[in-house]
């Protein structure tokens, strides 16, 4: 069976997100999509009923909010529709926190067989029921969007060929078009019962990532992205961002966002002991730059809070990597490789971003220079689970986690084998700090190719991270 549609008589949701975080208290957003004219039961806590808010209507449906508070010093519960859902909100002491990333395919997502697509949050759900998570972290590509442009005449052979000068009129009709594609696939994902499942008991932090708008973006030429079907596709995306991955609008912003007026979407949250640092790494990039000027101020303002404990940097695309310069080589000589070019310009390591990747690792290390702060990096995005690490100034060691994908299924391993033999080149890119890429506890390679989510727990302020997956199984704790 494939993932179900949008029906006209269904409601969807919760989807509990975290808007922020302030005085031992969750701020928390619960998402539902219903059928247009439909009221919303009431969503309640020991406080009284929740504040409800429209953040946007599409032709079928209408997408609500409902924003309440929790304790976030203790486990407690909401009710909604008879039903009462548990949150295990004890932030402040041991805790576990769940990360995902690349939540589908670029062809054929929504037609693949449920139970097969959602294996791994099944899984997830199986470990949540065990061992309840307090946060679950969303590394990018949430909904793989690729096939959004097809079926409208202006988008259908986009990104190779694009109209000029499109009509005022033809640019509404396919901002219309977009709008109700980006809505089924939200929904159709939204209402899958392995992911519903968790997502209505466990607090989401998203940040997006390419395929969250279309396969590439920011890396594709700038006659694509800055065309008027281009910046169209961009604003509808964004706006779904909002709404389907923040429980929000631009008018609305959760103060956790560094940029109230948007311009670009990096966010942060701090807990007792821990920040999550999220930089937008697509509203500002371009070929030549992954971050803008409000991203970088972002991470610097970051850098000189003099926070105290643990940072998760969140960088959908992978921090530490292997010597990506040589495959960016080989595409010059080798016609077949060069469809793989958007792909490569898309990394940290690629030839094109060298000095910003230099900059960004000597923030990092400025970060970790404070003897009361560690810095550890999670990434997506590249469909393997690895791991890799990079000795900071003061001795210590920056940790990167990758954990990718949640439901894409995992490419050839011979992939896998080839990014290995490149990473046992080493790559130095900041003299003296080399970077390593290591096996996962238990596992032969480097790379795995095999679908994967990633457990991170903190016990007496000391954190560890395991992996789950799909066929090897867990991985042995890991300090971090």
């Keep these: 069976m494939s993932s179900p549609q949008f029906a006209p008589d269904t409601i969807i949701g919760p989807i509990l997100i975290l808007d922020q975080i302030s005085d031992l208290t969750l701020h928390l957003a619960a998402l539902f999509i219903l059928p247009n004219g439909q009221s919303l039961p009431p969503l309640s806590t020991e406080a009284g009923n929740a504040d409800v808010v429209q953040i946007a209507q599409y032709a079928q449906a209408t997408v609500w909010a409902a924003r309440f508070s929790l304790p976030a010093d203790k486990t407690s519960h909401y009710n909604w529709d008879g039903q009462s859902y548990l949150v295990a909100g004890n932030l402040t002491a041991d805790m576990r926190i769940a990360y995902v990333s690349c939540n589908g395919e670029e062809v054929g997502d929504l037609e693949r067989e449920g139970s097969e697509r959602n294996a791994m949050w099944a899984r997830l759900k199986s470990a949540h029921a065990k061992a309840p998570f307090g946060l679950l972290l969303h590394g990018g590509d949430q909904v793989y969007a690729d096939e959004a442009t097809r079926d409208h005449p202006l988008s259908r052979d986009w990104p190779d060929s694009i109209p000029r000068d499109p009509a005022r009129a033809d640019l509404a009709d396919l901002r219309d078009h977009l709008r109700e594609k980006f809505f089924e696939r939200y929904a159709a994902l939204y209402q899958s019962p392995e992911f519903s499942w968790i997502a209505a008991r466990v607090p989401s932090l998203m940040q997006w990532d390419d395929h969250d708008i279309c396969d590439g973006w920011g890396s594709l030429p700038r006659s ?20 389907f991955q923040h429980a ?22 701090d807990i007792p002991g821990l920040r999550i640092l999220a930089p937008d790494l697509r509203s500002e990039r371009t070929r030549r730059e992954i971050l803008g000027a409000g991203g970088w101020a972002q991470l610097e303002a970051a850098r000189d809070c003099g926070f105290q404990g643990r940072t998760f940097l969140m960088s959908s695309v ?21 469809k793989y070019e958007d792909d490569l310009r898309d990394q940290w390591q690629s030839r094109a971003h060298r000095d910003s990747w230099c900059r960004l690792l000597h923030l990092v290390m400025d970060m970790a220079d404070d003897p009361k702060h560690s810095v550890t990096a999670l990434s997506g995005e590249i469909h393997l689970a690895t791991r890799a690490t990079m000795k900071m100034r003061n001795g210590e060691v920056l940790h990167q986690l990758v954990a990718s994908g949640i439901a894409h299924r995992a490419p050839p391993k011979i992939w896998a084998r080839i990014l290995g033999n490149l990473a046992s080149l080493g790559e130095s890119p900041v003299p003296k700090h080399p970077i390593r890429i290591s096996r996962i506890p238990g596992q032969r ?3 795995v190719a095999e679908r994967n989510f990633l457990i991170l727990d903190r016990t007496q302020a000391q954190w560890t991270a395991s992996w789950d997956i799909e066929a090897s199984g867990p991985s042995a704790p890991m300090p971090i």
């Excluded at 609008?249 to 007026?261: E, I, K, T, V, Y």
């Excluded at 992978?318 to 060069?338: D, K, W, Y």
């Design 224 to 243: 694509r992205t800055y065309s008027p079907v281009g910046q169209t596709l961009f604003s509808v995306a964004r706006e779904a961002f909002l709404v």
């Design 248 to 269: 929000t609008s631009d008018q609305n912003l959760p103060r956790r966002f560094a940029d109230g007026n948007g311009h670009h979407l990096g966010w942060s949250v």
């Design 318 to 338: 992978p921090l530490l990597g292997p010597r990506l310069s040589l495959l960016e080589t080989a595409m010059v000589v080798i016609p077949q490789m060069q």
């Design 445 to 447: 390679y480097r790379y």
